[in-house]
């Protein structure tokens, strides 16, 4: 009977489309729900903004998160925010502080590394390539190259910011209990066209993340960027207040399109960040955000985030 009234609504190859994604969505979830339930039920109930609110309270109130202790703290920050206060306040109200500062000298050691590391190509582990043999491997592959990861483990620069004072108190004051690094990452952003699966894909089209009841992301520009090379854009305020449709599609938001989202929130409230070399920004990822393709030169940024919980790799089950 369902089937038969989806035929109806749907046309046939509109049909078969819904039915492909309803089974890699159901998929998916099954197979998140067998081998990480705590992650499964996290996913369902943190989309919910009443249960986020619930859960996160509870969750920084009776869990001990791992805290960042294993590293001896630096005496001194790399990084030059004002008050950890007065960030969070900003990101309360704002889901998003642009205004964090790296110093060149830090700038320049993550970009050595950078290139002398192989990137994943795409996030592909199977494929990587050094930056100055990206164009060669793109001539033999035959396409462009839209995404480079690198793995930031062998980083002194990555692992002394992860445990740098400055970046933990703010992640602190912001989510409330001492917080768990769950991930770290340089990522490289390539000029060139993408389809709209490739923009899904590389997280270039508005989206929000569920990576815990709170969490909290750093990104550090390493190449000066202005709208032309991949600013990072965010829709402020949408970090709670998101409209019920969209809490109860979570991550599927980034298949509706950039301008629908922008006509609900308001374009009053779509903030595109440049800036130059070692700007940094904090954002609750619960806000809408993406960052845009470059288009005349590549881009390279520093992720780093922290939460209450780890559940382990958050992008397996996405």
């Not at 002194?156 to 768990?180: M, R």
Request: hydrophobic fraction near 40%; aromatic fraction near 10%.
């Amino acid at each position: 009977m369902v089937a038969t009234a989806l035929r109806q609504v749907v046309r046939p190859r509109g049909y078969r489309r819904f039915l492909n994604k309803l089974f890699c969505y159901v998929s998916r979830s099954l197979t998140c729900l067998l081998y990480n339930p705590k992650l499964f039920l996290m996913r369902k109930l943190a989309r919910i903004e009443f249960m986020r609110q619930v859960w996160g309270t509870l969750t920084a109130c009776t869990i001990c998160p791992k805290t960042l202790n294993e590293s001896a703290p630096l005496p001194t920050s790399l990084v030059t925010p004002p008050n950890p206060k007065t960030i969070s306040a900003v990101l309360r109200q704002q889901g998003i502080y642009a205004g964090l500062q790296l110093s060149d000298v830090v700038v320049a050691e993550l970009v050595d590394f950078a290139h002398q590391t192989p990137f994943a190509v795409d996030r592909n582990p199977n494929i990587r390539c050094l930056f100055k043999d990206r164009a060669t491997l793109e001539a033999s592959l035959g396409y462009s190259f839209q995404l480079g990861s690198v793995n930031t483990q062998g980083c002194a620069a990555v692992q002394a910011l992860i445990y740098d004072p400055g970046l933990v108190e703010i992640a602190t004051e912001y989510l409330g209990a001492k917080p768990t690094a769950i991930g770290s990452e340089l990522l490289w952003s390539f000029p060139g066209e993408s389809t709209w699966k490739q923009q899904i894909k590389g997280a270039q089209v508005f989206h929000y993340d569920i990576d815990d009841y709170r969490s909290l992301k750093f990104f550090f520009y390493l190449t000066d960027v202005d709208e032309r090379n991949g600013p990072h854009v965010c829709i402020q305020k949408t970090h709670w207040g998101k409209k019920l449709g969209h809490q109860l599609m979570g991550q599927r938001c980034a298949s509706l399109k950039d301008h629908t989202l922008v006509e609900t929130y308001g374009a009053e409230q779509v903030l595109t960040v440049c800036g130059q070399a070692g700007l940094g920004i904090v954002e609750d990822t619960f806000c809408f955000h993406k960052g845009n393709r470059p288009v005349s030169r590549p881009r390279l940024m520093l992720q780093i985030q922290y939460a209450l919980n780890d559940y382990g790799d958050i992008r397996a089950y996405a």
